[in-house]
């Protein structure tokens, strides 16, 4: 089971989030004094308990209250180097001497950017506190002196014995004492915890078991020794003493706060850990902070952008410093300097801070927040969209992370699970092979519809729903088959589904994996009814005769041993150890006798997996009671030993799980998803490179891999690497090469040149590696060094369609050091690859290959626990809301509920929104550098004096109030095609993927249009004002005209470009465009008014009365 | 049939905002548009530049240096700044009709009223007739708020402490003898200046406004003894006052001084020789500054300003020049029609 890093977000309720935070621990009480390193709990003991001073079951996932909300916020605000950027920037203003500009344009800016933020963590914080309050105002009944009382969750202590009901949420981490069920079991829910929706079963120590009742809890003293509190879910470790005995726990004896119990009336519990200190708290922990690549190179851009600010600022200090000594020194009787200034130098340092304030605004204060705020709408339209929602299982796409959207327009590798994702994870039993002989075939190939069985009338308890076309399978269990009925006798017995009986004969069964279900369901069907089970017991219904097996050992299932067995004993107290698993671990266990059986079964196997299907092979093993009770003893041996406890477990499971009798093989057929052949097809159209990565034998995937149309009939080859050992693996990794070399040339000889040249290269370098390793490599026949990887323009020019089946054990190889880079060429020359028996690791190993050598954006999609890996290390995890619980969802970025939303998430959402951001920064880094830049230009006809060129009122609102709605309206609303023909035409993806939209070429291109408009801005205006007069002869160079003239003619044109960009003019952006403009003229007149100059004539001192309205604006 | 369908509450609202169906215009800038447009765009631009530049060439201008850097200049003597209350003559003679109204405008170059330490330091509020300030003058005058003695300078500042302060008067020689040329100094200001932003303290006379202020230190007279004739001219309303408290926004500028529009000259100026007596008080030689006088005619468009003609012309020129590239591309490059 993986263990997760974050939980549902009814935890942890934030808010989409505006604006990025860092890691933030949750529960920030659980810092103690001291480092815990053992945990003592007394039962029903407060005094001894307070003495810790454990942290109280009172969770505060808030950050802040009244008080210190302003002081913290604002400190974490702070934090942030563009807050503090012009934090300093108003500290510099307010010194006199370097005051060019007042202190209000900087702090309007950022008041309201802090604002927004403070607002914006304001709400999420109120929402935090009120979730806070609802859990831990919850009621819990609480042992206190013998009676129960009712008590809140947060005045639940440490050591305290609470009573838990069905249905309820647990608390707090409790040991469980006993309960209401017999053997002291109790069943739980863990989906808010793992996300994992079937029940899991606990059961208490024996001797608390028999506690029972509050009386004798009452007097319950028992001492919990064990671990400190970690945020490990799978684990616990501790021990019990009571009455001078020693118990050893474990997970097994815990419920963890966040479940919910089940099918349980009542159970008590000792509460261990509480509030911060729980699983669940530790859990919370966010995860890392996922940027983009626009963010990197933003942020790369913002910092030439301080380059170039500093460079401007020298260059006008050091003019200044002429200007001072050659004319400024001169012009002192008109002008003398300010009295700390005494020589040239000085000046030219103060001028130098001077013009840092000025043209600050290169680097925008507001960019940020704009990022910020078209990331946010563009998540809502994903979240909105009508076309990514799945009625059927009724759940909207949605954005989970708000920073990564214009990535979605960049992919180029798309890593995919298979079940689950491009499956729909229904499994039907579909065929089965017993006894050499299979079932399950569609005998009428050419008949319309065949035959469904109906198996109520042979069996009553058989589900309606279960579909199977062979009736020959029914003969065969109707005549009493032997093997067949061991068979479906095996099916119903090992397994770990739960039953649930709410009327007779109406069973439901809650199944870990979609799988077993159908596995257990098939048995039903076919007369052997699995009912019930406790912990010792089995009761299933053979062929109608109701049959109880007592249970002896569960050998579990994981993702190492791929098997899982039972060992009971049936009522005739024979025993036998019953063993499914995947075909290639079981078939080398089986007794040497099964030989003819075994090849028979593989023929079928490989049938089964070429048809796409899941197969699984079972076996028996019948035990002596001599041999069962020297296993159970190494067993129990095992099962006590401290450490490697997993280890030790799995190698006494190993010692019986041998010699087992075959008994035949399942096959069941898992459906692909609606639309994923045509998503495979259009996104491979886009030049996305699909992988998949299954767990699934390579029969089945490369089937599934046809049938879904990632791999076709019209490709020049499929290779399929399957080597055991580093040099096969190399070996046919270099063969396939060579074969798409010797494919592409036969196709076009144009490029033979460039080939022979490197494969020439090739064998130099491969003689001379030789050589140098033949003196180590010694004893080898056989030894091939690394090929050396091809340039890779030459692999890039490989033209013709390969396909790539990788196995598990050869992917291993494959991504070892010395051979990542060969493996990755070869495989990025394929256009489809599939990795088959990949586990979890190997899966986040591939993606961070490809991150690493292809320096391309990925995406990971996934519906369950095994792909979390994989979906946290890809630039964009997606997961899919399926069957398989919620955990990758939980993980992901972007969750929806089926596979070909994909195209749409990709082609429509991502390309909208790359598009959006680009011509977003495109124009944003224009508009500044237009702005700014006439002050420089100024700079050499204002002695340098750090003169602005424009009134401060317009350098206050030109970022926030002139220039940032309709720019905001682009990024938010902008589309240059509609989303059907992004469909159409999947070519026009391309641009994102080759990243040209905005890169670091457009950004200089942006800059010195800005750069040009700025000259454009100034010396117009300077060359037509200098001389110019009005009709009644007074002169027009007056810096009031001047500056008016130029901040108008600039509002003009950056507004006209901004049309010029808006390729989609919707009402929004009509509002915003021409309200800006109508903005600027109704603040110019108001600021301009002679009111405001009656009131405030030391502020607002640019009066023009409404006659004399005389800008006149060239652009 | 009827089929009612129940939707399902989660899911999202089918609104042409949420689905991004917004109703919108996308212009597509295609040949057809935009070739025809710069062609227009252009040729409209040539036609105003045609116009402003032949309306520009018409207006008179008259440009003359009495700086005195000239050692044959008779202002030379005035360029010792020991030498007090000189006046220098310059003669010139103007070839044909110089067409009225005529503006007579003196000039500075290489003088930074645009520079911001300049520009910051003067009071609004005193110059408002605000008495408070009389008193205390705003910080931002220093170094000219206060004299040695602490006394508070109204109107404080370095503009106001710089105030150009050269006279003309222009006489024209007919036969020998001097006629005065008579000067217009009315409404020469900025209306927002004469009437909002400048106004004296509501005293009279005048005068008991500024006791126990100073004049500033480069003046002669103090500012409400600027004229003593008109008290509409008089105070911080003096329109001489006003004009150079408007700053320059480059370092070299011309300001309004006189217009000459009344009597024999409602015309203009009739060609003949004329001559301009200047008192020579201001001193620009110490930081290379030029000092000249100009007379100018306007037009509808203003005064001469060829450059304007010129841009206009440019760019409608390059417009034009553009869609015949664009022209030639399109030509050649163009999609098939079938498309």
Known sequence: ?1115 | MVRIKKESPDRPDNTAFTQQRLPAWQPILSAGIVIPGFVLIGLAFIGVGVGLFITSRDIQVLEIDYTGTDQTSDCNKCTNPNTKNCVCTLSFNIDTLFKGPVFFYYGLTNYFQNHRRYGVSRDYKQLYGDLANFKDPSTDCAPYRLDSRNNPIVPCGSVANSLFNDTFKLYQIVNGQRNVVPFDGKGIAWWTDYNVKFKNPDVTPLQNAFNGTVKPLFWTKAVYELDFSDPSNNGFINQDFLVWMRRAALPNFRKLYRRIAEENYTNGLPAGNYSLEISYNYPVLSFNGRKKVVFSNVSWMGGKNDFLGIAYLVIGSLCVVMSVVMLIVYAKFKFPEDD
């Open chain 1, 1 to 1115: 089971m993986t263990v997760l890093k974050d939980f549902q977000e009814q935890w942890f309720p934030l808010i989409l989030p505006l604006h990025r935070k860092k890691t933030q621990s949750v529960g920030g009480r659980s810092k103690h004094r001291w480092t815990e390193e053992e945990r003592k709990v007394k039962a029903n003991d407060r005094e001894y308990n307070e003495k810790f001073q454990y942290a109280s079951n009172c969770i505060m996932t808030s950050k802040y209250n009244i008080l210190t909300f302003l002081p913290v916020n604002l400190f974490e605000q702070f934090q942030e180097v563009a807050n503090t950027y012009f934090l300093f920037l108003l500290i510099l203003q307010l010194i006199p001497q370097i005051s060019s500009l007042s202190w209000f344009t900087t702090i309007v800016p950022l008041a309201l950017v802090l604002s927004i933020t403070a607002v914006k963590d304001a709400t999420d914080d109120y929402f935090r506190h009120k979730s806070d309050n609802q859990v831990n105002n919850r009621q819990s009944q609480v042992l206190i002196r013998g009676s129960l009382q009712n008590e809140k969750w947060m005045n639940v202590r440490v050591g305290d014995i609470i009573k838990l009901e069905n249905n309820q949420f647990v608390a707090a981490d409790v040991l469980l004492l006993s309960s209401s069920e017999p053997h002291g079991l109790c069943y739980i829910e863990t989906a808010e915890l793992d996300g994992e929706t079937n029940m899991k079963v606990r059961q208490s120590v024996p001797v608390t078991a028999e506690l029972g009742d509050p009386n004798n809890l009452a007097t319950f003293n028992g001492e919990v020794v064990c671990e400190p509190p970690n945020n490990k879910l799978d684990r616990f470790c501790g021990s019990l003493y009571w009455r001078d005995r020693k118990y050893l726990l474990t997970n097994q004896n815990m419920l963890l706060r966040g479940c919910v119990l089940r099918n349980t009336e009542a159970c008590y519990g000792l509460v261990i850990f509480a509030g911060p200190d729980t699983k669940l708290m530790q859990n919370s922990g966010r995860t890392k902070f996922k940027r983009t690549s626009i963010d990197r190179l933003m942020n790369t851009l913002v910092l030439w952008i301080f380059g170039f600010l500093v460079c401007m600022g020298v260059i006008l200090a050091v003019g200044n410093a002429v200007w001072e000594k050659e004319v400024g020194s001169l012009f002192q009787s008109y002008l003398p300097w300010d009295p700390p200034v005494d020589n040239f130098l000085f000046s030219a340092f103060l001028s130098f801070w001077s013009y840092v304030i000025i043209l600050n605004t290169v680097v925008p204060i507001s960019l940020y927040v704009s990022v910020e705020v078209i990331r946010l709408g563009h998540s809502y339209f994903i979240n909105w969209d009508r076309q990514m929602f799945c009625s059927q299982c009724n759940t909207a796409a949605e954005a989970r992370t708000t920073t990564l959207n214009e990535e979605l327009g960049q992919v180029e590798y798309i890593f995919s699970d298979k079940t689950g994702t491009l499956t729909q994870n229904i499994m039907s039993f579909n065929k089965c092979s017993i006894n050499g002989q299979t079932y399950g075939e569609r005998t009428d190939q050419m008949g319309t519809q065949p035959k469904r069985l109906d198996f109520s009338p042979f069996n009553p308890l058989a589900d309606p729903q279960f579909c199977f076309y062979d009736d020959k399978l029914l003969e065969s269990v109707k005549v009493g088959d032997v093997h067949t009925h061991e068979f479906f006798r095996l099916l119903s017995l090992c397994h770990t589904v739960m039953s649930e009986e709410k009327s007779e004969g109406h069973l439901v069964y809650k199944a870990q994996s979609p799988d077993e279900g159908a596995l257990v369901t098939a048995a039903r069907n076919f007369g052997f009814v699995f009912r019930s089970r406790t912990p010792g017991t089995i009761t299933t219904s053979e062929m109608g005769r109701t049959v109880t097996y007592s249970l002896l050992a569960i050998l579990d299932f994981n993702n190492i041993r791929k098997r899982m067995s039972v060992i009971v004993r049936n009522p005739e107290g024979r025993i036998r150890l019953y063993c499914k698993g995947a075909d290639t671990v079981l078939l080398e266990r089986l007794h040497p006798s099964n030989l003819e059986l075994m090849t028979v079964t593989s023929d079928h196997l490989n049938e089964y997996g070429a048809d796409g299907l899941r197969t699984l092979a079972l076996a028996f093993r019948d035990l002596s009671e001599e041999e069962w009770e020297v296993w159970s003893e190494s067993h129990r041996f095992a099962g006590k030993a401290t450490d490697c406890r997993e280890d030790r477990l799995a190698a006494s499971y190993d010692l019986i799980e041998q010699d087992m009798m075959l008994l035949g093989a399942t096959a069941i057929e898992d459906k692909l998803q609606e639309g994923v052949p045509e998503t495979i097809a259009l996104l491979s159209l886009t030049n996305i490179k699909i992988w998949v990565l299954t767990g699934d034998k390579q029969e089945t995937a490369v089937n599934i891999g046809y049938s879904c149309k990632m791999l076709t009939d019209d490709m020049a080859e499929v290779f399929i690497i399957s080597g055991h050992t580093v040099q096969s693996v190399r070996q046919e990794l270099r063969s396939a090469r060579d074969r798409m070399m010797e494919l592409s040339r036969s196709r076009d000889g144009g490029k033979r040149g460039g080939m022979e040249g490197w494969a020439e290269a090739c064998f130099m370098g491969n003689g001379f590696q030789q050589d140098q390793e033949g003196d180590v490599g010694g004893g080898k026949v056989f030894h091939s060094p690394p090929l050396p990887s091809p340039p890779s323009s030459f692999m890039d020019s490989i033209s013709g369609e390969f396909g790539l089946v990788v196995n598990g054990h050869s992917l291993a190889h494959a991504l070892e050091a010395d051979m990542e880079a060969e493996f990755v060429s070869t495989a990025c020359a394929c256009k489809a690859i599939i990795c088959c028996r990949v586990t979890p690791l190997q899966k986040a190993q591939v993606v961070e290959l490809i991150k690493k050598h292809k320096k391309a954006v990925t995406l990971a999609i996934g519906d369950g626990a095994n792909d979390v890996s994989m979906i946290k290390s890809a630039h964009i995890g997606v997961g899919i809301s399926g069957q398989e619980g919620i955990q990758a969802v939980l993980a992901s970025d972007y969750s929806f509920a089926q596979f070909r939303f994909l195209q749409r998430l990709l082609l429509v959402h991502g390309r909208w929104s790359y598009l959006r951001m680009c011509r977003f920064l495109c124009y944003f880094f224009y508009k500044n550098f237009a702005f700014t830049m006439v002050h420089f230009w100024f700079g050499f006809f204002c002695g340098f004096s750090a003169q602005t060129v424009y009134d401060q009122y317009f350098i206050t609102l030109y970022n926030i109030v002139y220039t940032s709605l309709p720019v905001l309206a682009m990024g938010i609303f902008d589309q240059d095609v509609p989303d059907h023909r992004s469909l159409e035409y999947p070519k026009l993806y391309e641009p994102g993927q080759l990243n040209l939209l905005f890169n670091k070429k457009e950004f200089f291109i942006c800059i010195a249009q800005g750069i040009y408009t700025s000259v454009v801005l100034f010396f117009v205006p300077y060359a037509v004002l200098s001389n110019a007069t009005q009709s009644n002869g007074v002169p027009l160079a007056d810096y009031q005209t001047f500056a008016i003239s130029t901040a108008t003619a600039l509002v003009i044109v950056v507004s006209v470009q901004i049309a010029l960009d808006t390729g989609f003019w919707t009402v929004i952006n009509h509002m915003f465009v021409w309200g800006s403009l109508g903005f600027y003229f109704t603040i110019m007149f108001a600021l301009h008014s002679q009111t405001l100059f009656r009131i405030f004539p030391n502020q607002f001192h640019f009066v023009v009365p409404k006659t004399h309205c005389c800008s006149r604006s060239c652009g």
